[in-house]
């Protein structure tokens, strides 16, 4: 049989299968695998340089932020804060360390962290150029964006107070 006749008359996913032989293995044969792969898995870990292991915690932390990002769904407990606090503990930074860093006053830092200040694009920026580019500023913007989106949509009160700045509503028209 020809290849372009096999390539005519099957789809990718057959092919596929067609190659592949499947891999039957007993419980007591994947425990054994798992173990292996575990083993060898922390060899390697165990022979990382400290640089590698940083670089290796940034890109997890950088991948979990895009991914929360995509998502596009705002949940309170993952505010600015709480990836700003995951970075100075992949960075091994104690928080007045890390304010000397970036050159911000330690308690703006504390405020941010505990969502009681919010951050303005120099951090950002600082961020960006402390992680040696590997977390961009727009991600960190993106991350604000999402929780002012979110916090302009469910903020009753400020809806309430805003009300007496509206006349003559299209409503109303």
């Known amino acids: 049989m020809s290849i372009k006749k096999i390539l005519t008359e099957n789809n990718g996913e057959q092919i596929a299968d067609s190659m592949l032989m499947p891999a039957r293995i007993t419980p007591r044969q994947k ?3 798992d173990q292996e792969l575990a083993a060898h898995r ?4 165990e022979s990382m340089s400290s640089d590698d292991k940083l670089r290796y915690q940034l890109m997890q932390l950088k991948f979990k932020l895009e991914n929360y990002i995509k998502k596009g769904h705002f ?3 993952h505010h600015f804060g709480y990836y700003l606090d995951q970075y100075l503990r992949v960075t091994g930074r104690k928080k007045k360390e890390f ?3 970036i050159q911000i ?5 504390s405020n941010i962290i505990k969502n009681r200040r919010e951050p303005n694009e120099s951090l950002m920026i600082r961020l960006e150029l402390h992680s040696r580019n590997m977390i961009p500023a727009i991600d960190w913007f993106k991350l604000h ?3 002012k989106g979110y ?3 469910t903020d009753r009160n400020l ?3 805003e009300k007496q700045f509206v006349t003559h509503s299209l409503q109303e028209l």
Do not use: S
Request: hydrophobic share 25%.
């Open 145 to 147: 964006e999402m929780e």
């Open 31 to 33: 425990a054994k695998a």
């Open 99 to 101: 304010a000397v860093d």
């Open 75 to 77: 949940e309170p407990t």
């Open 42 to 45: 922390k060899k390697r870990q």
């Open 105 to 109: 006053h330690q308690t703006q830092l």
């Open 151 to 153: 916090q302009i949509k």
């Open 159 to 161: 809806r309430e107070r």
